[in-house]
């Protein structure tokens, strides 16, 4: 990976962990595709990993808001997901599992703009959790169902039980992966690598919180997604 290469993806981290603050999600989003761009072998581990650190920071500074029964059945679903998302990692190329990344954040970011806002009963947290599960172990994005299923729920509430719900959700991602022997020390250094981005984005975020209006925020978020997508698309055909 070549120094501005490297340097754009310090960026892309900085700005996804400071989303996943800000927001609740952002950090796979928006990193994956572009991680998945310059060197696929890097997805789903390494924003695991970093989405791990994020989440725990948000934890403890908005613990205090969480939803503890809803994020339990959350991850209720997302561990049978988080088994099924390891086998696609097994099984799939690196070319093909750059493609799912793309489909994933594609289809995110239109379920998005549709609006649709499902009631969070137990049944629909269950199913979100389950969908998360597969997409966010396969391709490092699980935001989407939980944001989708949550969306109701107030700033603070829904940060802190996404953070509850993706830093536990990533630990069994990293331990079914790892199972499979997805881990290497190849992307535990590149995560290494990146974490100041990832702390750069979660100290920005305290103070810029309070300046960004959430739903433009969200709308920038997606088109930058939709962009980098397309472009990995791309890259993969030609």
């Known amino acids: 990976m070549s120094p ?7 960026v892309t981290v900085a700005v996804g962990a400071l989303l996943q603050v800000s927001i ?22 390494v924003v695991l990993l970093l989405a791990t650190g994020v989440t725990a920071a948000v934890l403890v500074l908005e613990g205090g808001h969480l939803d503890l029964r809803g994020a339990g059945w959350a991850l209720a ?16 190329p690196a070319r093909h599992l750059a493609l799912l990344v793309a489909a994933v954040v594609l289809a995110g970011v239109a379920v998005s703009l549709r609006g649709f ?30 944001a989708m299923v949550w969306q109701r729920l107030s700033g603070p509430r829904l940060r802190a039980t996404m953070s509850a719900f ?3 959700g990533s630990v069994m991602s990293l331990a079914t992966l790892a199972a499979t022997g997805a881990v290497h020390t190849y992307s535990l250094w590149h995560t290494v690598l990146l974490a ?32 980098s997508a397309t472009v990995l698309v791309i890259q993969q055909f030609v």
């Open 24 to 45: 609740g999600f952002g950090l796979g989003l928006l990193a994956a595709p572009v991680i998945a761009i310059f060197d696929p072998s890097l997805t789903p581990v």
């Open 77 to 92: 679903g997302r561990l049978p997901g988080a088994v099924g998302g390891a086998a696609l990692v097994a099984v799939l």
């Open 117 to 146: 806002v499902p009631a969070p009963r137990r049944r629909s947290v269950l199913l979100a959790g389950l969908v998360s599960g597969l997409m966010g172990t396969a391709t490092s994005i699980g935001g989407p169902p939980m």
């Open 196 to 227: 100041p981005a990832a702390v750069l984005g979660v100290l920005l975020a305290r103070p810029l919180s309070s300046r960004l209006d959430i739903r433009r925020t969200r709308a920038v978020a997606m088109v930058l997604a939709v962009a």
């Open 4 to 10: 501005p290469e490297f340097t754009l993806l310090f």
């Open 166 to 168: 993706f830093l536990a």
